[in-house]
C-alpha cells in the first residue's frame, strides 16, 4: 500500500510535468509567456509553501529572498557580465545566505512576532536597493542585455528555451517538494508545526529544523528570482516591494498549504484571475477579492488541501 | 541490582519571581527504580521534573544525570542522553496518525547522518511500542480521534519510542478510569523492567502499589524521603498531605 502511495504521488507529478511539457506546442504566444512566468513564480510559491506549508513559519518577508537571487543574478551580469549559469549558482548562493542570516535572528521569535521580524528585514532590504540606486537604479530598475541571457549557449531570449529553462526550474521544485514531503526530515517539519514542544521533548532541534527549512526555501526563492531576471531581462525593486511577500502566501493559501502542486495551481489561478479580470474592468482587484472570498467558502484548505481533505487523502 | 545513581541534583533551585518553587533540593535516584513524588498542588513537583528535563532553566544548583552534568544542556539534547518525559496535558500529533506519532519519537535514534532512518525497521519499532501500550490495532487511527484514555497511553507509547533511561510520567492516571487506571499500573510495571520512572500522581492507591520509593515535596523542599510504608507513617507527610 505505501509503494503503491508513493507511486500515486510520483505519477501524478511527472503527469503534470508531462502536461506542462506538451502545453507548449499549443499554447498561442500570450499565454505560452504567461505560462512560463507561472511555472517560475510558482517555484517562488513551492519555496513559499517548504517553510510555511510544511515547517509553519508564517514568513512576510520572502520577496527579500526572491529579490536576493534576482539582484545578485541581475547586478552580476550588470558589472561583471556573468550569463546565465553563473548567475543561476549566484541566485541560489545568495537566497540561501540570505535566509541563513535572517533565520538565525528571526527564528528566535515565533507567531506574530516572526512575522513582523521577517517584515522588518524584507523592508530593510528593499529600501537598500534604493540606498545603493547608483547600481540598482531603484524602483526603475534596469535590463538584463539580451547578450547575456543566454544558457549553455542557447538564448533566453527565444520563447521556447524560455519555456523550457522555466520548466526545468518548475521540475526541480516539484522534486525537492516531492523528496521533502515523503522524508524523515518531512515528518518532523510537520511535527513542528503541529506542535513544536512536543518535538522538542521528543530530542530533536527544533531550532537546526527550522533554520534547514527557511535555508532551503531562501535557496529556491533566490533561485526562482535568478531566473526570473534571466527569463524576462527585467530586474526592479518592485519584486523586493511588500507585495512580493505576500503573493506566495496568497499562492499557497489558495492552491493548498503543504501540498506539492497546490503552489502552482494557485499561481495559476491567481495570475488568470488578474488576467482576465482586467480585460473587462478598471475594477479588476474587486473581481480578484471576491472570487478569493469564494474559494474560501469552499475551499478552505486551498484547491489541492480540500481535495486532499475529501477525495484523496493520498495526495502528496 | 547494584544501587547505581541515575540522577542526582545538588541545591536545585528556581524562583519565579518572588515565588520559590523549587528550594535547594539535593535530590538522588537510582537506577532501575519507581519513584513516585508526590506532594500537596502547588509544591514544585512539576516544576521540579520540568528543571530536569530542561524544559525551564533553573536559578542555581546542578543536575547529574549517568555521570553527567547536563545542568546547561538544552531539553532536546537531555532527551538524546536519556530523560524522556510525558506530558501533564496530552501533547500528541493530533492530525497524524498513532503510529505517525510514534514514528516521530522513534526516527531520530534509528537513523543514520541526514537519510532518515530503513522505513521497515522504522515501522517495526513504532509498531513494538504501540503494541506494548496496548494500540497496535488503532495505529493507522488519527491521534486526535482516539479516546482520551488512548491519547493517554499513545503519549506514553511516544516515551518508550525514545527507549529512554528515565521517564518521567507526570500525572499520567489524571482523568482515567478506575479500569483504565489498572491497565496503566501494569504498563508502567512492565516498563520499569528497561527504564528507570519518575512518577508524578495524586493518586494514592496508585502510588502504594507502584512505587519502590517515594519522595514528598511540600513548597519546593523535600519533606520525606523513603518507603511506601515508611511514608505512610511519616508524620509530618501526614501532616502537610495525607491530611490525618
Excluded at chain 1, 518577508?61 to 539582484?71: E, I, K
Excluded at chain 1, 469564494?294 to 486551498?302: D, R
Amino acid at each position: 500500500m505505501r509503494s503503491l502511495r508513493v507511486n500515486k504521488a510520483v505519477t501524478l507529478h511527472l503527469g503534470a510535468i508531462g502536461v506542462l511539457f506538451a502545453l507548449q506546442f499549443v499554447l498561442p504566444d500570450y499565454h505560452h509567456v504567461n505560462l512560463a512566468r507561472v511555472m517560475v513564480l510558482a517555484g517562488f510559491a513551492m519555496a513559499y509553501n517548504i517553510s510555511f506549508g510544511y515547517t509553519g513559519l508564517l514568513s512576510l518577508g520572502h520577496a527579500m529572498f526572491f529579490a536576493a537571487g534576482l539582484y545578485a543574478a541581475g547586478l552580476m551580469a550588470r558589472f561583471a557580465g556573468v550569463g546565465a549559469e553563473g548567475g543561476l549558482i549566484l541566485g541560489v548562493i545568495a537566497g540561501l545566505a540570505m535566509a541563513v542570516a535572517v533565520g538565525l535572528l528571526a527564528l528566535r521569535t515565533t507567531g506574530v512576532s516572526f512575522m513582523i521580524v521577517t517584515l522588518m528585514f524584507a523592508q530593510a532590504a528593499f529600501l537598500t536597493i534604493f540606498y545603493f540606486g547608483e547600481y540598482t537604479r531603484g524602483d526603475e530598475g534596469f535590463i538584463i542585455p539580451s547578450g547575456l541571457r543566454t544558457l549553455f549557449g542557447f538564448s533566453l531570449v527565444e520563447p521556447a528555451t524560455r519555456y523550457l529553462v522555466a520548466l526545468s526550474l518548475f521540475a526541480l521544485c516539484v522534486a525537492v517538494s516531492h523528496g521533502i514531503a515523503r522524508s524523515s526530515v518531512g515528518r518532523v517539519l510537520a511535527a513542528i508545526r503541529e506542535n513544536e514542544e512536543r518535538t522538542r521533548m521528543l530530542g530533536y532541534n527544533v531550532f537546526l529544523y527550522k533554520l534547514a527549512a527557511l535555508a532551503i526555501s531562501g535557496a529556491m526563492s533566490g533561485a526562482a528570482g535568478a531566473a526570473y531576471g534571466f527569463l524576462f531581462g527585467y530586474v526592479g525593486a518592485t519584486f523586493a516591494s511588500i507585495q512580493y511577500s505576500i503573493f506566495p502566501l496568497l499562492w499557497v493559501l489558495m492552491g493548498g498549504a503543504a501540498t506539492v502542486l497546490g503552489p502552482f495551481a494557485g499561481t495559476l489561478l491567481m495570475f488568470y484571475l488578474v488576467d482576465i479580470s482586467s480585460a473587462y474592468t478598471s475594477a479588476n482587484m474587486l473581481i480578484v477579492g471576491l472570487a478569493l472570498i469564494g474559494l474560501i467558502l469552499f475551499f478552505p484548505k486551498g484547491i489541492l488541501g480540500t481535495i486532499r481533505e475529501r477525495a484523496a487523502p493520498w495526495l502528496p | 541490582m547494584a544501587a547505581v545513581t541515575l540522577l542526582s541534583t545538588l541545591n536545585l533551585s528556581k524562583r519565579f519571581g518572588g515565588l520559590q518553587a523549587v528550594d535547594g533540593v539535593d535530590f538522588t535516584f537510582l537506577e532501575g527504580e519507581i519513584r513516585a513524588l508526590i506532594g500537596p498542588n502547588g509544591a514544585g513537583k512539576t516544576t521540579f521534573v520540568n528543571l530536569l528535563s530542561g524544559r525551564i532553566p533553573p536559578t542555581e544548583g546542578r543536575i547529574v544525570f549517568a555521570g553527567e552534568d547536563v545542568t546547561r544542556l538544552p531539553a532536546h539534547a537531555r532527551v538524546n542522553r536519556g530523560i524522556a518525559y510525558t506530558f501533564q496535558i496530552t501533547s500528541i500529533f493530533a492530525a497524524m496518525s498513532a503510529l505517525e506519532n510514534v514514528k516521530l519519537s522513534a526516527q531520530r535514534r534509528l537513523s543514520k547522518g541526514v537519510f532518515g532512518p530503513d522505513p521497515e525497521l522504522l515501522e517495526r519499532v513504532a509498531m513494538s511500542a504501540l503494541e506494548r501500550v496496548g494500540l497496535a490495532d488503532r495505529h493507522g487511527e488519527i491521534a486526535g480521534n482516539l479516546s482520551y484514555g488512548h491519547q493517554r497511553l499513545l503519549e506514553v507509547a511516544l516515551g518508550l519510542g525514545l527507549e529512554p533511561k528515565l521517564l518521567i510520567l507526570d500525572e499520567p492516571t489524571q482523568g482515567l478510569t478506575d479500569q483504565e487506571i489498572g491497565v496503566f499500573v501494569d504498563l508502567v510495571r512492565e516498563i520499569a523492567r528497561q527504564a528507570s520512572v519518575l512518577l508524578i500522581e495524586h493518586n494514592m492507591d496508585v502510588v502504594m502499589g507502584l512505587a519502590d520509593s517515594i519522595t514528598v515535596l511540600d513548597r519546593g523542599r523535600i519533606l520525606a524521603q523513603g518507603a511506601p510504608d515508611e511514608i505512610r507513617r511519616d508524620e509530618a507527610v501526614r501532616r502537610a498531605y495525607l491530611g490525618a
